[in-house]
């Protein structure tokens, strides 16, 4: 039982030290990981392209699927 309770003793120390280098990181480089708004414009055009695609296609498909199926 002594042995598990340093073996998480050190897991926990080490989990706290992490995130304390992870906070004074984050306190020396503030804008870090920040989404410009230009990312997400890019992002929601490609995502709304693809879906105009995708249901272009389906609509093709759907109207042509009978004259399709002769082929």
Do not use: C, F
């Given at each position: 039982?002594?042995y598990?309770?340093?073996?998480?003793?050190?897991?926990?120390?080490?989990?706290?030290?992490?995130?304390?280098?992870?906070?004074?990181?984050?306190?020396?480089?503030?804008?870090?990981?920040?989404?410009?708004?230009?990312?997400?414009?890019?992002?929601?055009?490609?995502?709304?392209?693809?879906?105009?695609?995708?249901g272009?296609?389906?609509?093709?498909?759907?109207k042509?699927?009978?004259?399709?199926?002769?082929?």
């Amino acid at each position: 039982m002594k042995y598990i309770a340093v073996r998480s003793y050190r897991a926990v120390r080490w989990l706290v030290t992490r995130m304390e280098e992870g906070l004074e990181d984050m306190r020396q480089h503030p804008d870090r990981g920040d989404i410009s708004i230009t990312t997400v414009i890019i992002w929601v055009a490609a995502v709304t392209g693809a879906l105009l695609i995708a249901g272009t296609i389906a609509v093709v498909i759907a109207k042509y699927n009978g004259n399709l199926s002769g082929i």
